[in-house]
């Protein structure tokens, strides 16, 4: 059964400062995808990465897939109050179905 | 263009009662996939609708819970009997291909269905 682990779960960060998510999962997988989902809203695609070593980046964020380690990385740079939210990895394990990390919920303060 | 929406936005029921819940992908995507998320989790995979068939059931908790998509496109959930523990967000996907293929999934904003 595919596993997805996200750490930290909880994040407060200083407006201006860096910081990472990590997200690693249990089985073989080289689809990976990061979401990110405001206060009773949806989910909002951010970032598909699809093999060994994919980097995408937009804005503030960039996302990176290391298939080999079964990690993925959501590297914020100089956070502002805006990226407030929770983000999500979820992993393509099946070709179909996505299973979903907890969450890091990220709370940027002034 | 449109994306996924949902009906109702919130539903609140009472325990025992029947509910269904409608999903209308986007235009064109042959793959619907329903989730379900409860407070502080991810979501997690109920069904996955490769057109009229359901490819992969395996996610639904009991038989009270049960999916059609009788002509590819809308889609609607049902679940029979409700329990308090049913009390979640039920979210709708769409993706254009899945089954193996590259498989990005569009949310819709969800139903948010509460059982008294």
């Known amino acids: 059964e595919l596993k997805v682990e996200q750490n930290p779960l909880f994040l407060s960060m200083q407006e201006g400062k860096n910081y990472t998510i990590y997200c690693n999962y249990s089985?073989?997988?080289?689809?990976l995808y990061w979401y990110r989902q405001d206060p009773g809203k949806s989910l909002e695609s951010l970032f598909v990465?699809?093999?060994?070593?994919a980097v995408k980046q937009e804005g503030r964020l960039m996302a990176s897939l290391d298939t080999k380690a079964r990690l993925s990385t959501l590297h914020i740079t100089a956070a502002v109050h805006d990226l407030s939210a929770t983000y999500f990895c979820a992993v393509d394990g099946s070709g179909s179905r996505l299973t979903f990390g907890e969450g890091t919920q990220l709370t940027v303060n002034p | 263009g449109a994306g996924v929406s949902q009906t109702p936005s919130n539903k609140v029921t009472e325990k025992g009662k029947y509910v269904e819940l409608r999903c209308d992908p986007i235009?064109?995507?042959?793959?619907l996939y329903w989730y379900r998320q409860s407070l502080g989790q991810g979501p997690e995979f109920l069904i996955y609708f490769q057109g009229t068939g359901a490819a992969d059931d395996s996610g639904l908790p009991n038989d009270r819970f049960f999916a059609v998509r009788p002509e590819g496109s809308v889609s609607t959930l049902k679940i029979q009997r409700t329990e308090r523990g049913d009390s979640a967000v039920y979210l709708c996907?769409?993706?254009?291909?899945?089954?193996?293929?590259?498989?990005?999934?569009?949310f819709g904003p969800g139903t948010r269905l509460t059982v008294l």
């Open positions: 089985t073989t997988s080289d689809r």
């Open positions: 996907a769409s993706s254009p291909l899945g089954g193996g293929s590259y498989n990005e999934q569009f």
């Open positions: 235009s064109g995507h042959t793959a």
């Open positions: 990465l699809l093999s060994n070593g």
